[in-house]
């Protein structure tokens, strides 16, 4: 079992207050790192969703486009919300100190292709203005760490566009280690693991 103490809307707004015990194997945990509280998402991040995806360079590596209110709560409630159930899923990373939306971070399950059946380290998205603090990072390993503490016979996969210096950088803080390439879509990708 995890124990989760819930911190109001820093973590998440449907159990405020509350102390909650989780089967590890079916709920993603609220993480807590020096700087951080990386929570499940619920309905009040949609604006937030929406924000991060307006900015042209939040989404310049991503192959994704703008959310409108609704289309994000679509992405809410058909992408992120199920990932909860297998224990995994993008995370709201926000600030302890003053409790901001800084971006997101987390793992999914790849449905299909080559990768099927890996638990993919989905990466991580953080508004411009927070990048270079080391937020990515500190993010990443509280995931990378939880899912291999939790999961241990998850396979871990990151992709990474060959131009995300950055992204390569974030991955080879968190173990990562480059191990091949593919087509994903219609962009090419680093895979590491």
Do not use: K
């Not at 590890?24 to 949609?46: F, K, Q």
């Not at 803080?173 to 895979?191: H, N, P, S």
């Amino acid at each position: 079992m995890v124990q989760a103490t819930c911190r109001g809307r820093a973590c998440c707004a449907h159990h405020r207050g509350v102390r909650t015990e989780y089967p590890s194997h079916a709920v993603t945990p609220t993480l807590l790192t020096e700087r951080l509280i990386l929570r499940p998402m619920d309905a009040s991040d949609v604006s937030e969703l929406v924000r991060l995806n307006a900015d042209p360079l939040v989404l310049r590596f991503t192959g994704d486009g703008p959310l409108d209110e609704a289309a994000a709560a679509v992405v809410l409630r058909d992408r992120i919300l199920p990932q909860y159930a297998l224990g995994i899923g993008r995370l709201a990373v926000v600030h302890r100190d003053d409790l901001r939306f800084l971006g997101w971070c987390g793992l999914r399950r790849d449905a299909g292709g080559e990768d099927a059946g890996f638990t993919s380290y989905r990466g991580y998205r953080f508004h411009t203005d927070e990048r270079g603090r080391g937020f990515a990072t500190e993010a990443a390993l509280a995931v990378l760490d939880d899912a291999r503490r939790r999961l241990p016979d998850a396979r871990i996969l990151g992709r990474v566009d060959p131009a995300n210096l950055a992204s390569q950088r974030v991955l080879e803080r968190c173990g990562l280690r480059r191990y091949g390439e593919q087509q994903d879509g219609d962009r090419f990708v680093w895979l590491y693991r």
